[in-house]
C-alpha cells in the first residue's frame, strides 16, 4: 500500500483579499499531496486528480515510484520519480493548459513519437491525448493552470486553438524549460519545507502570477502569430532565465 501524505498551510483572513483582484479572491491553503514507495506504475497514475492516465511499465525489473501533488488554488504541479521504462497514455485536466518538463533522465523520452529531452518543454490541454514513453529513472515536473485564470485568452484565438489543439505540442527551447524546471522544484521545496513562507497574501499572488507567466511565456512561443500581445511578456519571462 503506498504511503499518502498530506500538510496544509493556513492563510490570512478573506477581508484582505479585495485588493487584489481575481488572483487574490482564489487565494486559498497550499496544499501537498504525496505518494511513495508505490510498487505499480497505476497507482501514480491514479493519484492524478482531474486527470485520466495509464501507465505501462515496458521494462523488466521491480518499479518504485513516487509523486509529489502541490495544489496553490487552482493550479496544480505534480513531480513524479519513476525507476523504471514508462508508456504513459491518457488525458489531461479538462478545461486548462497543462506545461511539463523532464528534471532528470538516463536518456531522453520519446513525445508523441519524437525525442524529448532536458531541452523540450511539452504542453497539453483537454483535447490532446498524452502519449509518452520515459526512460528508467526519469523525473519530470508539469504545472496545470485552469484556462480562467488567463483573461487575455477570451480576447484572442487561443481558446480555440487550445480547445482545437492548434498549438505545438512541445518545443525546444533550453532557457524556458531550464526556468520552468528550477519554479516547480523551488515551488515543492518551500511549500514542503518553508509551509510558513506561504501565509502571507502577497507572496501567493506574486507565485502565482509567476506560474501563469511561465505558462503564458510558453504558449506566446507555441503561438506568436495568435498571442502577440503576449510575446513582449513572454521574452521578460524567458529572460530571467538568464540571470
Not at 479572491?25 to 493519484?47: F, K, S, T, Y
Not at 531541452?119 to 526512460?135: G, P, T, Y
Not at 519530470?140 to 487550445?162: K, Q, R, W
Not at 489543439?165 to 532557457?175: I, N, T, V
Amino acid at each position: 500500500v503506498p504511503a499518502v501524505h498530506s500538510m496544509a498551510v493556513n492563510t490570512p483572513n478573506a477581508n484582505s483579499q479585495q485588493q487584489f483582484g481575481l488572483l487574490s479572491q482564489l487565494m486559498g491553503n497550499p496544499h501537498i499531496r504525496r505518494i511513495i514507495d508505490v510498487a505499480d506504475p497505476d497507482e501514480i497514475a491514479q493519484g492524478f486528480i482531474h486527470w485520466q492516465v495509464r501507465y505501462e511499465q515496458l521494462s523488466k525489473g521491480r518499479f518504485i515510484g513516487s509523486m509529489t501533488e502541490c495544489w496553490l488554488n487552482d493550479i496544480q504541479i505534480i513531480e513524479e520519480n519513476l525507476s523504471q521504462q514508462i508508456f504513459m497514455t491518457g488525458s489531461a485536466r479538462p478545461n486548462a493548459v497543462s506545461v511539463g518538463v523532464l528534471t532528470a533522465m538516463s536518456e531522453p523520452a520519446i513525445w508523441h513519437g519524437q525525442a524529448f529531452g532536458q531541452h523540450h518543454i511539452a504542453c497539453m490541454s483537454q483535447q490532446e491525448e498524452l502519449e509518452l514513453n520515459v526512460a528508467s529513472g526519469t523525473r519530470m515536473a508539469n504545472i496545470t493552470i485552469p484556462f480562467y485564470l488567463f483573461p487575455e485568452f477570451d480576447e484572442s484565438d487561443v481558446m480555440a486553438h487550445l480547445l482545437k489543439g492548434q498549438h505545438a505540442s512541445f518545443l525546444y527551447h533550453p532557457a524556458l524549460a531550464q526556468q520552468v524546471r528550477i519554479k516547480l522544484q523551488q515551488v515543492m521545496t518551500e511549500v514542503a519545507h518553508s509551509p510558513q513562507h506561504f501565509e502571507h497574501l502577497e507572496v501567493q499572488r506574486l507565485l502565482t502570477s509567476e506560474l501563469i507567466g511561465l505558462v503564458d511565456a510558453y504558449m506566446a512561443l507555441a503561438l506568436p502569430k495568435t498571442i502577440s500581445a503576449s510575446t513582449e511578456k513572454a521574452r521578460r519571462v524567458v529572460k530571467t532565465a538568464h540571470t
